[in-house]
């Protein structure tokens, strides 16, 4: 079943960590701009796109329920919701109705990579007289209502963001998807298959964490007003 359309903006929020990658698997790219830390969008990791991943992200991160959202989180409480596989996801704050900024708890199973959006964009559902084609744009044209997109590493910048969506090299555009709503949303949408889905935005895939616990952040502004900004403790073990 397909329903009215739903556009929004999201950013999601992390802080800084320190990662461990197997040698076999780090990146053998000379113009990789954070080599062992962040996996390449060329890498396709977990045999998967930046892109791929996240047409598995929106999912994952609008499907829930409120009380059981990611994107409403503001303790951490929600981390493990839903998560299986090589690959967890993490999110930022869902701005408005959500905080602005929060502070979050997480314990990640060893092994795991992260891949989480520093800010995104994306339309599903009718009225796209072009179907995925204006989806995509629509999409676009949400992403690029974010600026200053940056995030840190246990301290330490990662190199490739920047201040414009086109300039990011870790850009990615999804491919369709479907977004499946319950009659309790974080939209307060008609329940229902809102498709197809388009996502467009700067995404980080990370590697593995090493054991302990590890600061990220990550941050965002947005023109109409406002900014995104999120930390994490993360506990890998």
Same mark, same amino acid.
């Given at each position: 079943?397909?329903?009215?359309?739903?556009?929004?903006?999201?950013?999601?929020?992390?802080?800084?960590?320190?990662?461990?990658?197997?040698?076999?698997?780090?990146?053998?790219?000379?113009?990789?701009?954070?080599?062992?830390?962040?996996?390449?969008?060329?890498?396709a990791p977990g045999g998967l796109t930046y892109g791929e991943w996240s047409a598995k992200w929106f999912k994952w991160a609008y499907e829930p329920p409120p009380a059981q959202s990611p994107v409403l989180d503001s303790t951490g409480a929600n981390c493990a919701v839903g998560q299986s596989g090589p690959?967890?996801? =993490?999110?930022?704050?869902?701005?408005?109705?959500?905080?602005?900024?929060?502070?979050?708890?997480?314990?990640?199973?060893?092994?795991?990579?992260?891949?989480?959006?520093?800010?995104?964009?994306?339309?599903?559902?009718?009225?796209?007289?072009?179907?995925?084609?204006?989806?995509?744009?629509?999409?676009?044209?949400?992403?690029?209502?974010?600026?200053?997109?940056?995030?840190?590493?246990?301290?330490?910048?990662?190199?490739?963001?920047?201040?414009? =969506?086109?300039?990011?090299?870790?850009?990615? =555009?999804?491919?369709?998807?479907?977004?499946?709503?319950?009659?309790?949303?974080?939209?307060?949408?008609?329940?229902?298959?809102?498709?197809?889905?388009?996502?467009?935005?700067?995404?980080?895939?990370?590697?593995?964490?090493?054991?302990?616990?590890?600061? =990220?952040?990550?941050?965002?502004?947005?023109?109409?007003?406002?900014?995104?900004?999120?930390?994490?403790?993360?506990?890998?073990?």
């Open positions: 079943m397909k329903n009215a359309k739903q556009r929004a903006v999201i950013v999601t929020a992390i802080t800084t960590l320190l990662f461990t990658l197997p040698a076999s698997a780090q990146s053998q790219n000379p113009n990789d701009p954070n080599p062992g830390v962040v996996l390449t969008p060329s890498s690959v967890w996801f =993490l999110a930022g704050t869902f701005f408005p109705p959500g905080p602005p900024s929060v502070f979050r708890s997480c314990a990640i199973p060893s092994g795991r990579m992260l891949f989480f959006p520093v800010g995104n964009g994306f339309c599903a559902g009718d009225g796209f007289p072009k179907g995925f084609a204006d989806e995509r744009k629509c999409a676009t044209k949400n992403a690029k209502t974010l600026r200053g997109f940056s995030a840190e590493v246990d301290g330490t910048s990662i190199n490739g963001l920047h201040s414009e =969506l086109e300039a990011n090299y870790y850009r990615a =555009l999804s491919p369709e998807y479907d977004l499946v709503l319950g009659n309790d949303n974080i939209f307060s949408a008609p329940a229902g298959t809102y498709s197809p889905g388009a996502g467009d935005g700067v995404y980080l895939m990370l590697a593995p964490l090493s054991p302990g616990t590890h600061t =990220l952040h990550f941050h965002a502004d947005i023109t109409a007003g406002g900014q995104i900004d999120a930390t994490y403790s993360l506990t890998a073990n």
